[in-house]
T-cell receptor, first 117, second 112 residues
Framework: ETGVTQSPTHLIKTRGQQVTLRCSSQSGHNTVSWYQQALGQGPQFIFQYYREEENGRGNFPPRFSGLQFPNYSSELNVNALELDDSALYLC????????????????FGPGTRLTVL | GESVGLHLPTLSVQEGDNSIINCAYSNSASDYFIWYKQESGKGPQFIIDIRSNMDKRQGQRVTVLLNKTVKHLSLQIAATQPGDSAVYFCAVASGGSYIPTFGRGTSLIVHP
């Protein structure tokens, strides 16, 4: 069984640029959630995708967007990067019977460390 | 909205001692609580969870206690080992949807 993988592991961008982060969910999982973890803080929920549809969103502006593909892998896109976007971006996958209805264990990837200069 | 706080940013213990990490939450409607362990350079790893219809749940060397009256939960680790050194987060969710709010984390340092 393959765990959650994320790419790239590290990334450096400058203010105003755009970035795409990628996540491959654990085999058999149909739900992907994205989190932002600033240094010394707990993860903050960005959004969740269930069967290619956005299924809940945290308090993040529209320049944070995402996609989920038919194979349940996912992308996080951030436009017009700001210095405060520097953080560890975590992806977590789970298997849900229906959209957002069950508390199922989430499996996290190792994250992508984004630095915005 | 929900706010989740941990009582101590750092906890130092000796190998073999029992560790207790505490967490407080604000929303009385919260009904699902999870503890995660995050080692350096890794994503959070699920340890144990508990739903609001329970007040105690045990796993292997870990116990979670939930006190809904004072909106407090704790993670107890028995016979703490150096491999338990990590940052521990509590996360709280409500309303039947897994959109958790995480606390800031407690760094557990285990001295051999």
């Amino acid at each position: 069984e393959t765990g959650v993988t994320q790419s790239p592991t590290h990334l450096i961008k400058t203010r105003g640029q755009q970035v795409t982060l990628r996540c491959s969910s654990q085999s058999g999982h149909n739900t992907v959630s994205w989190y932002q973890q600033a240094l010394g803080q707990g993860p903050q929920f960005i959004f969740q995708y269930y069967r290619e549809e956005e299924n809940g969103r945290g308090n993040f502006p529209p320049r944070f967007s995402g996609l989920q593909f038919p194979n349940y892998s996912s992308e996080l896109n951030v436009n017009a990067l700001e210095l405060d976007d520097s953080a560890l971006y975590l992806c977590a996958s789970s298997w849900d019977l229906t959209s957002g209805s069950l508390y199922n264990e989430q499996f996290f990837g190792p994250g992508t460390r984004l630095t915005v200069l | 909205g929900e706010s989740v706080g941990l009582h101590l940013p750092t906890l130092s213990v000796q190998e073999g001692d029992n560790s207790i990490i505490n967490c407080a939450y604000s929303n009385s409607a919260s009904d699902y609580f999870i503890w995660y362990k995050q080692e350096s350079g890794k994503g959070p790893q699920f340890i144990i969870d508990i739903r609001s219809n329970m007040d105690k749940r045990q796993g292997q060397r870990v116990t979670v206690l939930l006190n809904k009256t004072v909106k407090h939960l704790s993670l107890q680790i028995a016979a703490t080992q150096p491999g338990d050194s990590a940052v521990y987060f509590c996360a709280v969710a409500s309303g039947g949807s897994y959109i958790p709010t995480f606390g800031r984390g407690t760094s557990l340092i285990v001295h051999p």
